[in-house]
């Protein structure tokens, strides 16, 4: 190896160094508990607490209603859903957290997804209070939905876990609930 090379990979030693020194070293690590915690949109309502959904898009509808540790159709007749994918439901549900939120004037409802084919969550819990939940469409970024608490002007941004187990659950009450035929008609 060559003088000049020698000095030059020091050089560059010498400048990595400094760099940590001056530079990496006085950055703040924030750690994932000093994070700030993202409000829950539901933050009243316990998982324990829910005693009935209604979830409604399209015209389809299914009811289900909890009798001690198990979640049963009400509606449509005939419906079976596993109990593990409601109660998934409702941790999803319970936990959801507020992303963004729009002021109310904002958007339309109908840029949001909101307006008519928007999957309606109706939650009862055990004192006999109903929340109401519109999730509309995605952002932009296809990582998230647009939801509406109630009658409230804003439109909140939410993780789409809640979207994704209320499709199964609709499509599984529909699968359930179609007549099976016997085979292909000719």
Do not use: C
């Amino acid at each position: 190896m060559r003088w000049r090379q020698v000095i030059f990979l020091w050089l560059i030693a010498a400048l990595l160094g400094a760099q940590y020194l001056f530079v990496d070293r006085r950055r703040p690590v924030v750690h994932p508990s000093e994070r700030p915690v993202r409000p829950r949109l539901l933050a009243a309502l316990a998982v324990d607490a829910v005693v009935g959904v209604r979830l409604e898009r399209d015209g389809a509808s299914v009811a289900l209603r909890r009798h001690g540790e198990v979640w049963a159709v009400e509606q449509p007749a005939g419906g079976r859903i596993e109990s593990g994918l409601v109660q998934a439901l409702i941790e999803s549900l319970t936990a959801l957290e507020e992303i963004d939120r729009l002021a109310g004037g904002g958007r339309s409802d109908e840029a949001l997804g909101l307006g008519d084919g928007a999957l309606q969550i109706h939650v009862l819990d055990g004192g006999g209070h109903e929340v109401h939940l519109t999730l509309g469409g995605r952002n932009a970024a296809g990582t998230a939905v647009y939801a509406r608490l109630g009658d409230s002007s804003d439109a909140v941004l939410v993780g789409r876990n809640l979207e994704y187990y209320a499709s199964l659950i609709l499509q599984e009450a529909r699968r359930t609930t179609e007549p099976q035929g016997d085979g292909p008609v000719a």
